[in-house]
């Protein structure tokens, strides 16, 4: 209380009211206790911990590497993407509580035990695969307790801005920037399922083996139908072989040409009669074979016909699907929906602000901006009633991360006094009730 009365700031507009800071007892971030009960339902960072190798020494294991991993990722989810935070939130009571541990009696890592976790510790080869595993990891996890009907993987490259002489960054012209190209796979439920950092200046299909194959291989034991989406930048035939291979239909945009267009000739007439308003769309599909393939393959066409312009929009889908050619479209279509999580990715956790000089460095840090999004996305897709399932990344952040509370310790307890403003305490209490059923019978609370 002392320490209060000597940071009191008196308001000028009415000399009654008196500002006091008491950021050991006050927290703004109360909200993360409920992914907390989340990662442990789920058992998440407790298993994660022991697959890092941990070789330090000394002072610098006074938090477990646990505690070290919690403090990256729930930072991150509620925002704060740099370790420069960490000062701040190492006393803060939320995130002493979500970190558990040492930092729940005394308080969480620091910015220098912060960032020598993530950039010696974690940029350890065998610790940044074990890291980039994770994510697929976490997912199973989720999936033990709600199974899958289908799978669809949808894959997207991304960029990344880079200022400085960073490690890795060039230039992008399509872009238009000097950057990262980050690759993303993504399922139909918006988890990134796997997740890579690359130079800016590479091809946005390079490494997608790389990406896909670890995946692929989680998946292969599962009976159940499975597709994969794709823009024309991964219109290559050895892709085209893998997913056959590997029992996958697929919808993958394909770059025109003179051959595409000649087996659409018919269809390239604009239609006689007076233009509507509404455009006409043509569907049409046929064998093809370019030079570079093996063998013949389905070509799915899409002719649109607007209003007031000249010459129709036309694309190219090559596809395995035996659906008509009208479904394969919306099919394809759907995986605009990795282009939103994308965007969520980058508002919600800001996963593109890569400002370390090395490389390494980068990985890790977007592998742990990617881990905090999945986390957001597994109590948005799982847990939350579905009046508010609707609420995005964001949203959650400012509505249910971002609640005051006031800290009362006892002897035996810590009681959080929670604002209820955005978030009233029967849908707070849904949400958790929602999560009690995602624990395994032998899952203990921890």
């Known amino acids: 209380m002392g320490e209060g009365k000597k940071q009191a700031l008196r308001v000028s507009f009415d000399g009654r009211l008196q500002l006091e800071f008491h950021g050991a007892n006050i927290t703004s971030d ?44 729930f930072s991150r989810l509620a925002g704060y993407e740099d370790t420069n935070d960490a000062e701040r939130l190492a006393i803060d009571p939320t995130m002493r509580q979500v970190v558990g541990g040492r930092a729940s009696e005394r308080s969480a890592a620091s910015t220098s035990q912060m960032s020598r976790f993530e950039t010696e510790v974690l940029t350890q080869p065998r610790n940044l695969a074990e890291l980039t595993r994770l994510s697929g990891i976490w997912i199973e996890e989720l999936r033990e307790r709600q199974s899958l009907q289908e799978l669809i993987l949808d894959m997207d490259s991304s960029v990344s801005e880079t200022y400085g002489e960073q490690e890795g960054t060039a230039y992008n012209g399509h872009f238009d920037c000097t950057c990262y190209h980050p690759l993303f796979c993504f399922n139909q439920f918006g988890d990134v399922e796997r997740a890579l950092l690359r130079a800016g200046n590479v091809h946005s299909a390079k490494d997608w083996r790389s990406v896909l194959e670890p995946i692929v291989a989680r998946y292969r034991r599962q009976k159940l139908p ?44 604009r239609p006689v009669g007076r233009p509507s308003n509404a455009p006409v769309v043509l569907y049409a599909d046929f064998l093809y074979q370019a030079q570079s393939w093996k063998r013949t393959r389905r070509v799915v066409a899409k002719v649109e016909w607007h209003k007031g312009e000249l010459l129709p929009r036309i694309g190219f889908i090559i596809t395995n699907l035996t659906r008509s050619a009208k479904q394969v479209v919306r099919f394809y279509n759907q995986r605009g929906t990795a282009e939103q999580w994308i965007k969520e990715g980058k508002n919600a956790v800001n996963w593109t602000r890569l400002s370390c000089h090395g490389f390494a460095d980068n990985q890790v840090r977007l592998q742990l901006f990617v881990l905090a999004y999945n986390l957001g996305n597994f109590l948005r897709q799982a847990v939350l009633p579905r ?15 971002k609640i005051g509370a006031k800290v009362v310790r006892h002897a035996r307890q810590v009681i959080f006094q929670m604002a209820e403003v955005a978030i009233p305490r029967e849908l707070f209490r849904a949400i958790l009730e929602r999560i009690v059923r995602l624990r395994l019978p032998t899952t203990r609370t921890g």
């Open 30 to 73: 109360a909200g993360l206790l409920v992914y907390r009960e989340l990662d442990d339902a789920l058992e998440l960072t407790t298993r994660s911990g022991g697959l890092l190798d941990d070789w330090r020494t000394g002072k610098n294991t006074q938090h477990s590497l646990v505690a070290l991993l919690r403090q990256s990722i």
């Open 387 to 401: 009046a508010v399932r609707h609420w995005s990344l964001t949203t959650l952040k400012e509505k249910l991360i």
């Open 226 to 269: 499975r597709y994969f989406r794709a823009d024309a930048a991964f219109a290559n035939p050895e892709l085209y072989e893998f997913l056959e291979a590997e029992g996958y239909e697929y919808a993958i945009r394909l770059p025109a040409n003179e051959v595409l267009h000649r087996e659409i000739e018919s269809l390239l007439t």
